[in-house]
């Protein structure tokens, strides 16, 4: 059952923005944490940004700090990651997830639901 749908990833230039979007298709979603993850061909997948839905308060990587941004709207049950002044390292398959727990945790393996990825491309 898909619980989440990603969409937004394309192929763009360093330097280039792009916005990510998560559809959270159910609504006992409606207070869970959510993160932005990716993973990269032969790499672990790493944490890039949380929001809590129920606070508001948001968490980044180190690598993404300043350049990304995690939003909620809530009206339109959606998750969003805008990714500004993109590098190549950036590059990956980005999921979104769900943690119904609401640990607030960066760690990939306490999120529960996840949807099946779009791929972002950054070319130097």
């Known amino acids: 059952q898909v619980h989440l749908v990603e969409s937004g990833g394309g192929l763009v230039r360093a330097g280039d923005s792009l916005r990510l979007s998560c559809v959270v298709l159910r609504p006992m979603f409606s207070n869970y944490d959510m993160g932005w993850f990716r993973q990269a061909p032969g790499k672990e997948r790493e944490f890039v940004a949380i929001i809590s839905r129920s606070t508001g308060l948001t968490k980044y990587a180190d690598s993404v700090k300043g350049r990304f941004t995690i939003s909620n709207d809530s009206v339109k049950n959606t998750i969003y990651l805008q990714m500004n002044s993109l590098k190549p390292e950036d590059t990956a398959v980005y999921y979104c997830?769900?943690?119904?727990?609401?640990?607030?945790?960066?760690?990939?393996?306490?999120?529960?639901?996840w949807g099946l990825g779009t791929q972002v491309t950054v070319s130097s």
């Open positions: 997830a769900a943690d119904s727990e609401m640990l607030y945790s960066s760690n990939y393996r306490h999120y529960n639901y």
